[in-house]
């Protein structure tokens, strides 16, 4: 099956939300934290409004999971997930980092999604077998091959303690030729576009990943959790140009490759 008009959908619909996002940051918005102690703010949730009416004009049948609380069953095994504004914080202080997020899942796989980065004029999309876009131009992950090589990008430094090889960490990214932390969706589209080689996510729910992972795969890269399964609710993620991903699972413990 050809995910051609789902792919058009989600980058059409990344767009508006993109536009609409922006206007609210120029105007002016309202914020508040929720009960995981997580910040919202307006454009949030106008975001999440704007998102799901216009996937119920187009996919009436979908069904539908929004961070801020969008949900509809599906009568076809199909369910849009959505993130309105990847990296609220960012969104908040006025750091460009942040982006609109949705993704088709069918059958329990990632099939098509698309991640905008509105305030950097960068919109990422993906679709299974038709490959991966940054404003229509296909992007591939990076082609190094060692660590010495490659960028790592880390998103919850503050949660490394949290497992087993967290205390050995610190010293096993120094092999590494450059370690950043921009964000959860800014990092995982460095490495889709091949600006960085590694991104490790150390908590992250199902909205937080889905279109990166369908992103990050059709640019070549591979998709795994910490414990070397390969789940957008498996609550973090590693995405990894190929060549890397031994020496990812060898520090993680997670055995074989994919």
Known sequence: MSFEKELATAQHIADQAG?????????????????????????????EQLIT??????????????????????????RWIIDPIDGTKSFIRGIPTWGVMLALEENGNVVAGACNLPALGELYSAAAGLGAFCNG???????AKAPNQAML??????????HSWGQSALSWITQFWSVR???????????????????????????????????????????????GGSSIYGGNCVLTVPALESTIRDFLGTGEQL
Do not use: H, Q, Y
Request: hydrophobic share 35%; proline share 3%.
């Open 19 to 47: 536009r609409l996002a922006l206007e609210n940051r120029a105007r002016g918005f309202e914020s508040g934290i929720k009960p995981d102690n997580s910040p919202v703010t307006s454009a949030d949730r106008a975001n």
């Open 53 to 78: 009416r216009l996937l119920k004009e187009t996919f009436p049948e979908d069904g539908l999971l929004g961070e801020e609380g969008a949900a509809r069953e599906s009568s076809n095994g199909r």
């Open 137 to 143: 131009n296909r992007i591939n992950c990076s082609s």
């Open 153 to 162: 990008c880390l998103t919850g430094f503050d949660k490394l303690i949290s």
């Open 181 to 227: 932390s921009m964000g959860g969706c800014m990092d995982a589209l460095c490495v889709a576009s091949g600006r960085a080689e590694v991104w490790i996510s150390m908590e992250a729910k199902a909205w937080d990943l889905a279109p990166l992972k369908i992103i990050g795969e059709e640019s070549g890269a591979r998709f795994m959790n910490l414990d």
